[in-house]
């Protein structure tokens, strides 16, 4: 076997994404996933569109035996780290497990990493970590802010734990890949975002109201200082996203702790993405204004300069682009993976 690309969380949404642009640039891809968030189906799925399968072993990254297994199986030259939990809500009620799985899991990733003699890494990060009162657009440079919840802290202690573990041995090249708002679906529409449960975020709440499976969208707070009262974020789309790890795995040529933003650099508002959604889709989408959301920020979005200049990428899909894809997936697929 060829050298291997080890990518965690592989069965998600993001993850799911980069492994079908990992398989066509002729990666061989592991995937190691304990499915707590995904559906098996997810890897017939990629087969169809790729024509290629990756190898998935099911298991947890906290289990430092299963990660030497698959070390010492597998040659494994980057790891693509996407496992994790992500329910802004849910980590605030849950601070343990998401501790535990975000910051222990990615150091017991790690400490395999070395056993093993693997030193180069990229990680999901987030926007999040920048803060409640960065100034916009986000840009590298800024310092890592005060985060609002155990999810978003998460982000940021393991951003600090990869760079202490870069100052202690300078052999490993390491890319934190802050990612603004991911939406949209591969193309075919064979794979998406399957949330479970009633969704958190924006898209997959439009997309489901506008298929029947939820009645109304609330729209949180019209009152912010933003162009029409309701917040502004910096939507990409996720084959974008895949792409820019695919990307950022020259940056790891170089030994260093290595940040890029991934964002389009245009904010857009929520009233617009409705009006956006309902004009694209011409399904029409029922909606009321609501009280703001604890926690929700009034606008940001990204700086992507640096991710053009020393990578060569950039967010090419539009938001029409990123809608009739979201609407495709969900049409072709109402109850996600359950079919
Ligand atoms: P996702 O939940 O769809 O994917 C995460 C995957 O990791 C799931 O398949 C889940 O089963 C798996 N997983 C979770 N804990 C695990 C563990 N302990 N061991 C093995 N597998 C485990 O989420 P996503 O949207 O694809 O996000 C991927 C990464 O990107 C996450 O780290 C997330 O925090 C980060 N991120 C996501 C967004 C976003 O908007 N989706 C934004 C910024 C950062
Ligand atoms: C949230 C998280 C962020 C995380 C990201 C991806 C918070 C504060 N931030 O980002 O840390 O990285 O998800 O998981 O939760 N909205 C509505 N109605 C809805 C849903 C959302 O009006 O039903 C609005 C929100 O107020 C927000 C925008 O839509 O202004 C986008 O929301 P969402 O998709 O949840 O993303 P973020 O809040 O930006």
């Known amino acids: ?74 040659p494994i030259h980057t790891v693509i780290h996407f496992a994790g939990l992500k329910a802004v809500g849910e980590s605030g009620q849950q601070p343990l ?48 802010g005060k985060t609002s919840n155990p999810y978003g802290t998460s982000k940021s202690m393991v951003e600090q734990v990869l760079t202490d573990l870069y100052k202690a041995d300078p ?16 193309d075919s529409g064979l794979i998406g975002e399957d949330p479970r449960g009633i969704p958190n975020n ?18 949180f707070g019209s009152d912010y200082p933003t162009q029409d009262g309701t917040c502004e974020r910096d939507y990409l789309h996720v084959v974008d996203l895949a792409i820019g790890h695919l990307k950022s795995m020259q940056a790891l040529d170089s030994a260093g702790i290595h940040i890029y933003n991934l964002g389009t650099g245009q904010p857009v508002s929520v009233l617009s993405m409705v009006k956006t959604f309902e004009e694209v889709t011409q399904q029409p989408l029922p909606y009321r204004i609501t009280d703001r959301r604890a926690g929700d920020l009034a606008a940001f979005w990204a700086d992507a300069s640096k991710a053009e200049n020393e990578l060569g990428w950039k967010a090419e899909r539009t938001l029409k682009q990123m809608i009739e894809d979201t609407w495709r997936w969900q049409s072709n697929n109402p109850n996600g993976y359950e079919r």
């Open 97 to 144: 497990n998401y501790y535990e799985n975000n910051v222990h899991g990615t150091i017991v990733l790690c400490q395999a990493m070395q056993r093993a003699g693997i030193k180069r890494l990229i990680f999901s990060s987030s926007a999040t970590v920048y803060g409640e009162e960065a100034p916009v657009p986000y840009i590298e440079t800024l310092p890592r």
């Open 202 to 219: 924006l898209m997959p709440y439009i997309a489901q109201v506008a298929i029947g499976r939820l009645q109304q969208l609330s729209i």
């Open 1 to 74: 076997m060829n050298k291997a690309v080890l990518v965690t969380g592989g069965a998600g949404y993001i993850g799911s994404h980069t492994t079908v642009e990992l398989l066509e640039a002729g990666h061989q891809v592991v995937i190691l996933d304990n499915l707590c968030n995904a559906n098996r189906e997810v890897f017939n799925r990629i087969e169809q569109i790729t024509g290629n399968a990756p190898i998935f072993i099911q298991g947890d990254i906290r289990n430092s035996l299963t990660l030497d297994l698959v070390m010492q199986l597998y």
């Open 171 to 186: 052999e490993w090249s390491i890319v934190l890949l802050r990612y603004f708002n991911p939406i949209g679906a591969h």
